[in-house]
């Protein structure tokens, strides 16, 4: 299994772009600044997106390692603010200093996260060997996309950490240490679950790579030592409680399918699906060089068609989406398609992104007496029969055939590479 995308193409390309995209190390780090500034804005004005309202106002005992971070932040900005968490929740956007405060501190742990992904797609890039302009463009690339930044610092997701840990664990194998990415693995699942789908291609890697047994093994160990640590505070507490926490943003989709009836068979088919693709990596593993950012965004894509999605979802994968785009100029169309289709499908499901101030997660109000037109316009659109049905199974539909499209370039390729 190779260890990234073909840098030499790459570099060819790189050398071709104008000099107004060759930006110098000041000009980036100029770039980076204003972008991330700008982030910082928006997650002061926004309102409490629905997700992190719910968690803010969810009144159980049951914690996790997330769930305490939060909890100390809203200490902090009651005592520097005066608002209580219900307070805010409840505030239109931008009411007040008070509330862009509370706003900008209690989304700090998810720009920071947001941050570190910057920068570790820019050393993961350079060690797959890119030229470093090729790495400064990932990470602008990054920072710069309206669809990473809605769901990281506007809907405030926690899977932003997860994701952070997941691009660490992949310059740790690259670098070749196993036992580093492995204890990687392991805190981004016992964060949030979906890490764990990538163990199985990650193992044919380090067979491939010829990582030593010992590594190996404590590579798994870890690895389920993780799952242990994520279902030991899921899963505390009585029956009730853990349906109840498993209704907000810590938890993986998959986990709330299960312990909820009449959906087993959608996870079977998902199940299935999955321990294909992994069976598929693990013996063209054995015949080609594969690229274990490619695995990652296969395993991640053929996720995204057969599950359950919420919008935030997406971000797990866009950190190797976004490198494969900009360093191999390829799939352009289609990563715009997904990020279309999925804030389109959110916006149907999610009522146009209300939230519990009344008001869109995108600044206009949606609830009301007294509404402005462009308001009433969508209300009346996400309340027709067209939009409750119809619409929301194409949107689905495409959403599917496009992960599954993107997933089958990688699989094109491998058996081109096979093949020859």
Known sequence: MGPGLNTTSTSAKLSKLSPAVLLSRKSFLATATLIFAVKMILSAAAPASGDLGLMLLQDTSIG?????????????????????????????????????????????????????VAGALYYLAKQIGVPIQGARLTCLAWLVNPYATF????????????????????????????????????????????????????????EQSEIKLRDRVFFVAVSLLGLSA??????QGNFAETRLLLEYTPVTQPL?????????????VLAVVLVVTYYLIWVLAR????????????????????????????????????????????????????????????????????????????????EGTRLPWYSQTIAAFLASPATAVLIPAFLRAALSASAVVYASTYFASWFRSTAS
Not at 256 to 268: A, F, V, W, Y
Not at 287 to 316: D, H, R
């Open 151 to 206: 769901t990281v610092e506007m809907i405030a997701t926690p899977d932003i950490a997860a994701t952070f840990l997941t691009v660490i664990m992949v310059v740790l194998l690259l670098r070749k240490k196993p036992v580093y990415a492995g204890l990687a693995l392991a805190a981004g699942t016992a964060l949030k679950l979906f890490p764990i789908f990538l163990f199985p291609p990650t193992l044919a890697y380090l």
């Open 230 to 235: 994520y279902l030991g505070w899921i899963l």
């Open 287 to 366: 015949n080609c060089k594969i690229s274990v950012i490619e695995t990652i965004s296969a395993v991640l894509l053929v996720y995204y068609a057969f599950s359950s999605l919420y919008p935030q979802y997406l971000v797990w994968a866009l950190p190797f989406l976004t490198l494969d785009v900009v360093l191999r100029r390829k799939h352009l169309g289609l990563i715009v398609s997904l990020l279309a289709l999925m804030f389109g499908w959110g916006f149907l499901y999610f009522g146009g992104y209300v939230t519990y101030s009344g008001y869109s997660l995108l600044f206009f109000p949606l």
């Open 64 to 116: 996790g390692p997330w769930i305490a971070v939060i909890d100390s932040i809203v200490n902090l900005c009651r005592s520097v603010t005066g608002l209580t968490a219900d307070s805010w929740v409840a505030s239109p956007p931008s009411s007040s200093s008070a509330t862009a405060i509370f706003g900008l501190l209690v989304r700090l742990p998810t720009l920071v996260f947001d941050l570190g």
């Open 256 to 268: 709330t399918s299960l312990l909820t009836l009449g959906t087993e068979i959608g996870i079977s």
